[in-house]
T-cell receptor, first 112, second 117 residues
Framework: DAKTTQPTSMDCAEGRAANLPCNHS???????VYWYRQIHSQGPQYIIH???NNETNEMASLIITEDRKSSTLILPHATLRDTAVYYC?????????????FGAGTQVVVTP | GAVVSQHPSWVICKSGTSVKIECRSL??????MFWYRQFPKQSLMLMAT?????????EQGVEKDKFLINHASLTLSTLTVTSAHPEDSSFYIC?????????????FGDGTRLSIL
């Protein structure tokens, strides 16, 4: 699976949009982009995923560049409960039924 | 939505004890489940893939005789840490994909914090 690069940390103001970048320049055509987050001492939580079109759900929006080499997760109105480590992962749908390899992620701290 | 339950959430035991951790898919069937380990301030590390009705597949460097995995039903996988020692103290997390297509997301349990004295 392609590797991803994320900033180590980000601070966001409560109520503002949080834009989390992810670089995946070696992504293959059949690889999806997944975002998960992990709140301290809990298991990871699925946020959103996409292949090439932008996606939106009740939690966030995922913007994937046309060349698919990078993406941005957008939390539209960050709250204190969004403080977590956010992981961007790319994986092919044909790869081992969901096997995920986690990188270091981005530590997001939402401040009042 | 799909839920994965892990039990126990916290266990403390003496060195040399074997500890069993359960991972259940509550409202869906999972022919495959995954086990991860996470040390403090580090990311999740995939340990093994648990396959219903067959042997688990271990990642490189993970001792299969140390970490016994059993996936006896479509909703339950267990991880047994045998003869645990302090260096096995960690946060163990399981996950399972929900759905019949390969791009469906994983659902994670809330983890088991293992402390070996």
């Amino acid at each position: 699976d392609a590797k991803t690069t994320q900033p180590t940390s980000m601070d966001c103001a409560e109520g503002r949009a949080a834009n989390l970048p992810c670089n995946h320049s070696t992504i293959s055509g059949n690889e999806y982009v997944y975002w998960y987050r992990q709140i301290h001492s809990q298991g990871p939580q699925y946020i959103i995923h996409g292949l090439k079109n932008n996606e939106t759900n009740e939690m966030a929006s995922l913007i994937i560049t046309e060349d698919r080499k990078s993406s941005t997760l957008i939390l539209p109105h960050a709250t204190l409960r969004d403080t977590a480590v956010y992981y961007c992962i790319v994986r092919a749908s044909t790869d081992s039924w969901g096997k995920l390899q986690f990188g270091a992620g981005t530590q997001v701290v939402v401040t009042p | 939505g799909a839920v994965v339950s892990q039990h126990p959430s916290w266990v403390i035991c003496k060195s040399g004890t074997s500890v069993k951790i359960e991972c259940r898919s509550l409202d869906f069937q999972a022919t495959t489940m995954f086990w991860y380990r996470q040390f403090p301030k580090q990311s999740l590390m995939l340990m093994a893939t648990s396959n219903e009705g067959s042997k688990a597949t271990y990642e490189q460097g993970v001792e299969k005789d140390k970490f016994l995995i059993n996936h006896a039903s479509l909703t339950l996988s267990t991880l047994t840490v045998t003869s645990a020692h302090p260096e096995d103290s960690s946060f163990y997390i399981c996950s399972a994909p929900d759905g019949g297509t390969g791009n469906q997301p994983q659902h994670f349990g809330d983890g088991t914090r293992l402390s070996i004295l």
